[in-house]
């Protein structure tokens, strides 16, 4: 079974900082790896889908990178903003034709002015 | 394009009433899934569908039942609830296994 772990769970920052959120996954054979956002009480919006062929994706102030052959994969936010508070998740889809997701529980960013 | 809409967005039961969440999709993807989302425990899938016709289990089916007979459509049933079952739902669409997925803004509902 694939297992998503996510580091660090929380993370607090004033605004400005780089930083940079972790995802590890058990099982390298992956299709894709997706990044999403979730606001309180809201549902998922995807950041940055990356293929199992790719190095990195980027979007504005976000690049995610991922290294399948040691199951990582990073989300690196440039200049934070308090309104990139949020929480981030990341989903593996595993290598089968399913089209299953295997989430991580997420990293709670907070990002402070 | 609407994207994923699920209905309703709240929902309170009371232990042993059955209910259907409806999801639907205007994209024209095939893959569907089912997610259950709970404090600690991250995103579960329940059930899913790779085309009109075609469901499976996922992680957590046991109490839910789904069909697909369109394309656009991926109703869950919840055949008795159960206080257990008190979650936030979120319903997920994709064209195939290897695009990103969309997810619709959630149910969340309360079984007393």
């Known amino acids: 079974k694939q297992e998503v772990t996510q580091i660090p769970a929380a993370l607090s920052v004033p605004e400005g900082e780089n930083l940079v959120l972790n995802c590890s996954f058990t099982?390298?054979?992956?299709?894709?790896l997706q990044w999403f956002r979730q606001d309180p009480g809201k549902g998922l919006t995807s950041l940055l889908l990356?293929?199992?062929?790719?190095r990195e994706q980027t979007s504005g102030r976000l690049n995610a990178s991922l290294d399948k052959s040691s199951g990582r994969s990073t989300l690196y936010i440039a200049a934070s903003q308090p309104g990139d508070s949020a929480t981030y998740l990341c989903?593996?889809?595993?290598?089968?034709?399913?089209?299953?997701?295997?989430f991580g529980r997420g990293t709670q960013l907070t990002v402070w002015p | 394009n609407a994207g994923v809409t699920q209905t309703p967005k709240f929902q309170v039961l009371k232990t042993g009433q059955s209910m259907t969440l409806q999801c639907a999709q205007d994209?024209?993807?095939?893959?569907m899934s089912w997610y259950r989302q709970d404090p600690g425990m991250g995103l579960r899938l329940i059930h899913y569908s790779v085309g009109a016709g075609i469901t499976d289990q996922g992680e957590v089916p046991n109490g839910y039942n789904v069909s697909r007979s369109t394309t656009e459509d991926f109703p869950l049933r919840l055949l008795s609830a159960a206080p257990s079952q008190t979650s936030v739902y979120f319903c997920a669409s994709s064209l195939d296994y290897r695009t990103g997925y969309t997810f619709g803004s959630g149910t969340r509902l309360t079984v007393v």
């Open positions: 990356i293929q199992s062929s790719q």
């Open positions: 989903a593996v889809n595993r290598g089968s034709t399913l089209g299953r997701l295997y």
């Open positions: 099982d390298s054979a992956i299709y894709n």
């Open positions: 994209m024209n993807h095939e893959y």
